[in-house]
């Protein structure tokens, strides 16, 4: 639906933007409900106000082909479309470290489908880690309700594994259960994912 | 111009992005003849095949009204506008640091305005900055054909300071080039702005 203001100009929300995510079943629990992209963007606007991080999920890329400039209001784009991005839909900065990641869902029960990661992602969050950032994937398991962070290093394990001869094209939940961090839903922030970057951090430290 | 491929689609470049950015006089040489942010995407991509930084341009926001989803081919956007990012437009990491910055370009020969900048690109530089990043703008004096690296905090410094009683709208040339750093331009990359990184990493660590 478009909003327009009383002078005729139409309204653009600062915050909201359509995205191709689906939506997922609501739960009982409001914040569970929430889509997992919406729940990340909730808890960084928390981090952001207390100070405790700066972390934003990038702007969609789009490709815009034809534009109007009418007089005397905001150009308007008549012809455009969605681009894939080269590199993760999130980064930012967190206890001076260097933080970048994708965030996915599945309703998959047993484990983690490869597909839904692109090969530039993988690319981008290695290069990253290469230089010493912190770089790992928040999946949600939303028939479950369970969200894990999982760092890059795993997945491109996986990810490279899946084009030899045992052909494995998803990640088993036993595997992410063992080596990633489970994300407890809470209020404040919604998903409370630093936690998980203390222990990492922690261990780079020692 | 559209381009379409012998199917009826249409090609969408990779790379080129429609920009608002005007365009400056050419110079002699190629390279200064590019526009400021070109120059940077060039340099950026220089680093991260050399391996040496990973930092990339975030897409332009923009707000997406109405979407076609015609059968068989991708989704077309007919109507969206431009929106202000509520971050800076470069950001990644370079020696394990977290870096952030903005980049524009003046005509102007003695100083550089400030209404170049908005308030949210100040906070989130401040905010970065407290959170241990290393943030800066690169301006570039076009007519000059000059570019220089300035840490946000000198920005931060007159930014706040045009709002009380002497009301300077702007930051000398002499300030800049006493306080920042001067980009030389080269072959490739054609503006290697990691060196004036490398004497500000250095002095932290002292």
Redesign the interface.
């Known amino acids: 639906m478009?909003i327009n203001y009383p002078n005729g100009k139409?309204y653009?929300?600062?915050i909201k933007?359509?995205t191709k995510v689906k939506k997922t079943a609501s739960a009982s629990h409001a914040k569970r409900g929430m889509k997992l992209e919406d729940q990340l963007s909730e808890s960084n606007a928390y981090y952001?106000q207390k100070?405790i991080?700066?972390i934003?999920k990038?702007?969609?890329?789009?490709?815009?082909?034809?534009?109007d400039y009418p007089k005397r209001s905001?150009?308007?784009?008549?012809?455009?479309?969605?681009?894939?991005?080269?590199?993760t839909d999130f980064?930012?900065?967190?206890?001076?470290?260097?933080i970048?990641f994708e965030a996915k869902e599945t309703q998959n029960k047993l484990s983690f489908p490869l597909k839904n990661f692109h090969e530039h992602q993988i690319t981008?969050m290695k290069?990253?880690y290469?230089?010493?950032?912190i770089t790992f994937v928040i999946i949600r398991f939303s028939t479950l309700n369970r969200v894990f962070l999982l760092e890059s290093q795993h997945l491109s394990l996986y990810w490279e594994k899946q084009h030899s001869t045992d052909q494995r094209k998803s990640i088993p939940l036993t595997y992410i259960e063992e080596h990633g961090y489970e994300i407890e839903y809470g209020f404040r922030p919604a998903l409370d994912y630093l936690k998980a970057l203390d222990t990492i951090i922690g261990n780079e430290n020692k």
């Open positions: 478009t139409i653009r929300s600062p933007e359509i952001l100070g991080a700066v934003h990038k702007p969609t890329p789009i490709q815009v082909v034809k534009v905001a150009a308007v784009i008549k012809e455009a479309y969605y681009r894939h991005s080269s590199t980064n930012g900065i967190y206890r001076g470290k260097y970048d981008h290069q990253c290469e230089m010493g950032g």
